[in-house]
């Protein structure tokens, strides 16, 4: 069975009403490990509780973009305290969504500076949402960066090449979701032709997103497979062998995780 890794679920949504049936069907499908990542760090105790009732399961803490203006208060300091915890390996997600701009552009920056602040002081990496915004969301991660190295996931990418290669410049890695196998998805087909294979990986996005054959459903975890495998197609390389792939790169990132007791790698396993 091929063992691979979902490095980007919501498994605290309301799509997912039986979250140890998610779980299970995923480790069914060879999805050993998965990341619920945080929208919300107010709600951040329910992201927890599902990351510390499964094995499988780690998180990140963090607030997405749509909900910067209402959490305008975070500090980098909480988001430190808060990721002390020995199952919390990420900050974020955060970044710039001008697409739906639930929470102002103003707003959104300054969360995604204090997010920035936050990875760079703990050395977790942090999980960049960019929609619509490839421009500014480029230019705040080159003033950021500046300041000091951050460890940087462009997570589900969907944005022009240009973001991507700007996010490999200063060492960013990139996940793939559902997308990847949409039809009209060519230029980020491309992206992920010409991209490192040390800087990728595969992720689902859940409850979001479902690959083809699954496109209309509610994702889960246990559909990274079918992400996985075009990718592969891409690249000219079997699932076994891309898998081998993402997992060493995902475990480069969160390498909070491959020292963690609550889960031993396939090295140490």
Do not use: W
């Not at 800087?199 to 509610?218: C, F, N, Q, S, W």
């Not at 491959?258 to 889960?263: F, G, I, M, N």
């Amino acid at each position: 069975m091929i063992r691979a890794v979902d490095s980007h679920c919501h498994l605290d949504f309301k799509e997912f009403n039986d979250v140890g049936a998610v779980v299970s069907r995923a480790k069914a499908a060879g999805v050993e490990l998965m990341v619920t990542i945080s929208t919300r760090v107010r709600s951040f105790a329910s992201t927890l509780g599902i990351a510390e009732s499964f094995p499988e399961v780690f998180c990140s803490v963090g607030t997405h973009p749509h909900n910067a203006a209402d959490e305008s208060d975070l500090t980098a300091e909480e988001l430190i305290s808060l990721s002390g915890h020995p199952k919390v390996v990420a900050i974020g997600e955060s970044g710039l969504d001008y697409h739906y701009r639930h929470s102002p552009p103003s707003a959104q920056a300054a969360s995604f500076r204090v997010h920035m602040e936050a990875a760079r002081r703990t050395g977790l990496p942090l999980i960049v949402h960019s929609r619509d915004a490839e421009d500014d969301t480029a230019s705040l991660i080159e003033e950021e960066m500046a300041k000091g190295d951050v460890r940087l996931l462009l997570h589900c990418y969907s944005s022009r090449p240009m973001l991507a290669e700007r996010g490999l410049a200063l060492g960013a890695y990139i996940s793939f979701s559902g997308i990847l196998t949409f039809k009209n998805a060519d230029e980020i087909r491309l992206v992920a032709q010409r991209a490192p294979l040390d800087r990728i990986m595969v992720e689902t996005d859940a409850p979001y997103l479902a690959p083809v054959p699954h496109r209309g459903k509610v994702n889960e975890p246990a559909y990274v497979l079918h992400t996985l495998q075009a990718l592969a197609d891409l690249r000219g390389m079997s699932l076994a062998e891309m898998a081998a792939v993402t997992n060493a790169n995902f475990f480069r990132l969160f390498s909070k995780i491959a020292v963690s007791p609550a889960y031993a790698t396939p090295e140490q396993s």
